[in-house]
């Protein structure tokens, strides 16, 4: 069992900064893959960044790319968001996930969800 816990969501400007962090309990945290997804108002979740157990394979969705940066760090047993250059397009509850294999439909664990809402 893996209990995801996000952090770091607030409201912040366009063209901010904010960093997302979830923290992960037991001790196979650096045996699953990392991922955040993200759902605005009215959408579907959509998948945002993914980061294999090693930290060596990233992917970050075509919307984010180069904004936005997924990191790990094993010893600490949290993922990192780290979002720059935010838009109001960016405004969503931002939730992390933990999985074995199979990105982005087959996910394991899910965390609470964090706000994050960018004004114009």
């Known amino acids: 069992q893996v209990q995801l816990v996000e952090s770091g969501g607030g409201l912040m400007q366009a063209g901010g900064s904010l960093r997302l962090s979830c923290a992960a309990s037991g001790r196979t945290f650096s045996s699953y893959a990392m991922g955040w997804f993200r759902q605005a108002p009215g959408k579907e979740r959509e998948p945002v960044a993914t980061?294999?157990?090693?930290?060596?394979?990233?992917y970050h969705a075509d919307s984010v790319k180069g904004r936005f940066t997924i990191s790990r760090d094993n010893a600490k047993n949290t993922v990192y968001l780290q979002m720059n250059s935010l838009k109001p397009d960016d405004t969503a509850v931002y939730y992390c996930?933990?999985?074995?294999?199979?990105?982005?439909?087959?996910?394991?664990?899910w965390g609470q969800g964090t706000q994050v809402t960018v004004s114009s």
């Open positions: 996930a933990a999985y074995r294999s199979g990105w982005p439909n087959e996910i394991d664990y």
């Open positions: 980061i294999n157990w090693s930290g060596r394979n990233i």
